[in-house]
């Protein structure tokens, strides 16, 4: 079946520095890359997203980048604060199976 | 305010006995799924509708049952459950399915 890769799992930054983490994707039909944080014992929450027709995209210190010759996407933390360490899955969509298969997530750990 | 609520948040149950997880939301969402986490493993789909009356498998849909009458409501159904059933599940709704999905607080069931 599809599958989404995410990696690294862990990953621990000191304060001020960026985190960049990686997915890789198996369904060339996919379109749409959303990105969710999920502090502890909180539900996901969407913090970027991007579709396939865009290579990249920005929100203040978060930005995500595609490519989709190479079916990876990443995102980009900079100047990273206590506030950020939670867990990050990515995600992909499917267009002709219209199902979302979710990375296995990320534990950022921001550390002042 | 617009959410999305699920009903029982925790929820302990015996091995076979039939249970109904709720979901609703007030957003006039179409597209709404389920989800179930486990450590390791991220957030795998069970179940998505496009719109009323309109169900699909996710990526784990075994032992599992949805139904869409309603625009609003969306439950889950374990008709015998079992205890590899035992995991975190969250409902979500989104505008279409490449928008944002809101997640609901998270059912926490254990099977015994």
């Known amino acids: 079946g599809e599958n989404v890769e995410q990696h690294p799992s862990t990953l621990s930054v000191q304060e001020g520095d960026s985190a960049v983490i990686k997915c890789t994707y198996s369904d060339s039909a996919s379109n749409y890359f959303p990105w969710y944080k999920q502090e502890l014992g909180k539900r996901p929450q969407l913090i970027i997203d991007?579709?396939?027709?865009?290579g990249e995209k920005k929100d203040q210190r978060i930005a995500v980048t595609l490519n989709k010759t190479a079916k990876h996407f990443s995102l980009h933390i900079t100047e990273t604060q206590p506030e950020d360490s939670a867990v990050y899955f990515c995600?992909?969509?499917?267009?002709?199976?219209?199902?979302?298969?979710f990375g296995t997530g990320t534990r950022l750990k921001v550390l002042a | 305010e617009a959410q999305v609520t699920q009903n029982p948040r925790y929820l302990i149950t015996v091995t076979g006995k039939k249970l109904t997880v709720t979901c609703s939301q007030n957003m006039n969402h179409e597209y709404m799924s389920w989800y179930r986490q486990d450590p390791g493993l991220g957030l795998r789909q069970i179940y998505y509708?496009?719109?009323?009356?309109?169900?699909d498998k996710g990526d784990v849909p075994e032992g599992y049952k949805v139904s869409r009458k309603e625009k609003r409501n969306f439950p889950l159904i374990l008709e015998s459950p079992s205890p590899n059933q035992t995991s975190l599940y969250f409902c979500?709704?989104?505008?279409?399915?490449?928008?944002?999905?809101?997640f609901g607080p998270g059912t926490r069931l254990t099977v015994l």
């Open positions: 991007i579709r396939s027709n865009v």
């Open positions: 979500a709704s989104s505008l279409g399915p490449i928008n944002e999905q809101f």
């Open positions: 995600a992909a969509f499917g267009t002709g199976t219209y199902k979302y298969i």
């Open positions: 509708s496009m719109n009323v009356e309109v169900t």
